[in-house]
């Protein structure tokens, strides 16, 4: 069984900072294990706002973390991450997206790249300095290879005055495996450097 892959990766890279954390996204909750991972891992006062477009995948995030006891932190909205900014007025934290489909489920319904450039260009907005965000994308299929070109794009373009963007990717994968982003803000547009968030 691999040690490691994007998601646990993800998870282990973000835990030591997960102790302060007083706001955090899970912009595509699926099953609900990005959500689980941030509600049991932060404090009761954390807020935790998860999205998805598809109410089953709500349903199963909201039972998981009921199943766990941590269910009172978080916020359920269905809609699309790129309307984030209706829902969520305050800094964030940490910010997860892993894009795709929802497993087990139609295929068609899918992360799109226009969507998807606009949610994490917001989110990148709104991160606190010594916030995080995560994105685990997926060029194996079609539309996916779209986003990750987006992605790609909008992520070299960042200053690196205010952001340091590194990726983690499997090397001898015989298909195009995930590709992981860990996107750290380290300083605000209004000049604060980062603290430990």
């Known amino acids: 069984m691999q040690t490691y892959n994007a998601v646990k990766l993800a998870h282990l890279l973000l835990l030591p900072h997960l102790k302060n954390c007083r706001c955090a996204v899970d912009a595509t909750a699926g099953n ?3 959500s689980l991972f ?3 891992n932060t404090s009761n006062e954390t807020i935790i706002y998860s999205f998805d477009i598809q109410k089953s995948a709500l349903a199963k995030t909201q039972s998981l973390l009921r199943e766990h006891n941590v269910s009172d932190k978080l916020r359920l909205i269905e809609d699309s991450h790129e309307n984030m900014a209706i829902y969520i007025k305050e800094k964030l934290d940490i910010v997860m997206f ?5 497993p087990g489920s139609d295929h068609g319904f899918t992360t799109q790249p226009a ?3 606009k949610s994490v260009t917001k989110s990148l907005e709104l ?3 010594g916030g995080f965000l995560t994105i685990i994308a997926y060029p194996g299929h079609p539309t996916g290879e779209l986003e990750f070109i987006e992605i790609e794009k909008l992520l070299k373009s960042l200053s690196t005055k205010f952001f340091a ?3 983690w990717v499997p090397v ?3 298909k195009r495996p995930p590709i992981l982003y860990i996107i ?3 300083r605000s547009e209004l000049g604060e450097s980062a603290t430990s968030c």
């Open 32 to 34: 609900g294990w990005d």
């Open 38 to 40: 941030l509600a049991a």
């Open 98 to 102: 892993n894009l795709g489909y929802l």
């Open 115 to 117: 969507t998807t450039i």
């Open 127 to 129: 991160l606190n300095a």
């Open 165 to 167: 963007v590194n990726s």
């Open 172 to 174: 001898n994968a015989a």
């Open 184 to 186: 750290e803000k380290v």
